[in-house]
């Protein structure tokens, strides 16, 4: 029997930290991993199969910023159509939003993991993908009062 299709997505920093902390679960399924591209990420080609990159961008340069959003989103539908996951697990943020709409619009399954580092307040791709996410999970019961439908699994770390 195949492996289950999955792909684990995430801007660079905490929130591809905190995704790689998924790693366990990496060698039951047929992943791939997409992230942003810096210096720092590009010893992950080394480490994990089907490794992807999406442009770098920070809201610091709005101007540059939005065509680089806009170049991901297009980029994004380019990756789905190469991988084909059957679900995406994401920790955030706005490199995520774009492919989770992307495999909601295909049936993927979405499960959104709300970062570790908000534990009173929404972040923006989680306002984003909590109405469309299968599973929604948060790391502090506190957040279960903003995310009603919600589960709370606890620290990733």
């Known amino acids: 029997m195949p492996k289950k299709k999955v792909m684990f997505i995430s801007s660079t920093g905490g929130h591809l930290e905190e995704l790689l902390r998924l790693k366990p679960l990496f060698e039951n399924y047929d992943y791939s991993l997409v992230t942003e591209k810096t210096k720092s990420n590009l010893s992950l080609k080394n480490k994990y199969q089907n490794v992807s990159f999406l442009v770098y961008g920070t809201k ?22 190469k991988y084909r996951p059957k679900y995406i697990v994401t920790t955030g943020t706005h490199t995520a939003v774009p492919m989770c709409y992307i495999g909601k619009l295909f049936r993927s399954k979405i499960i959104f993991i709300e ?29 279960l009062k903003l995310y009603p439908k919600a589960e709370c699994w606890g620290w990733i770390f």
């Open 60 to 81: 610091d340069h709005l101007f540059s910023y939005l065509f680089k959003f806009a170049f991901n989103c297009f980029k994004s539908i380019g990756l789905y159509i």
């Open 115 to 143: 970062t570790f580092a908000n534990r009173e307040t929404k972040t923006l791709a989680g306002k984003l993908v909590y109405p469309i996410a299968d599973k929604f999970i948060v790391q502090w019961e506190e957040m």
